[in-house]
């Protein structure tokens, strides 16, 4: 296990000269590594259903979805949703699951104006991840 300590100092210019005003913040990781994770968005063909999540590796779970299409034991398989329409990287894990949370709670109108900001035909994205 790493465990890490930072202290994060702000400078001011004051008349040519650097004074230096400490802010002290101690962040400690269990892991310093950077990984690569993924909160998407996927819809059926009829982009009627949205469903959201996260992963560390979005070309399997696009597959995963496309393969439990029709199957009713999940949301995704149950409306058909494998096809990608947004995404967004992460490093932390953290992050990832705090942004997929806060997803989760917006309304579909909130959803939708998300979507249209980056991909405002709807298109399907799933072979620029492939």
């Not at 210019?13 to 990984?35: A, D, P, R």
């Not at 995963?64 to 995704?76: D, M, S, Y």
């Not at 058909?80 to 109108?109: G, V």
């Amino acid at each position: 296990m790493t465990v890490a300590f930072f202290v994060l100092s702000s400078r001011n210019e004051v008349e040519g000269s650097l004074s230096v005003t400490q802010i002290e913040y101690i962040c400690i990781f269990k892991n310093m590594k950077h990984h690569n994770y993924f909160v998407y968005i996927v819809t059926n063909h009829t982009k009627t259903v949205l469903y959201i999540g996260v992963t560390n590796d979005l070309q399997r779970r696009l597959y995963e979805h496309f393969e439990n299409r029709g199957k009713p034991l999940t949301f995704a398989g149950k409306f058909h949703c494998y096809n990608l329409i947004y995404y967004e990287h992460y490093s932390h894990i953290d992050a990832a699951i705090a942004r997929e949370k806060e997803l989760k709670d917006w309304n579909r109108t909130k959803k939708v104006n998300l979507i249209n900001s980056i991909n405002p035909s709807w298109a399907f994205l799933n072979d620029e991840i492939n």
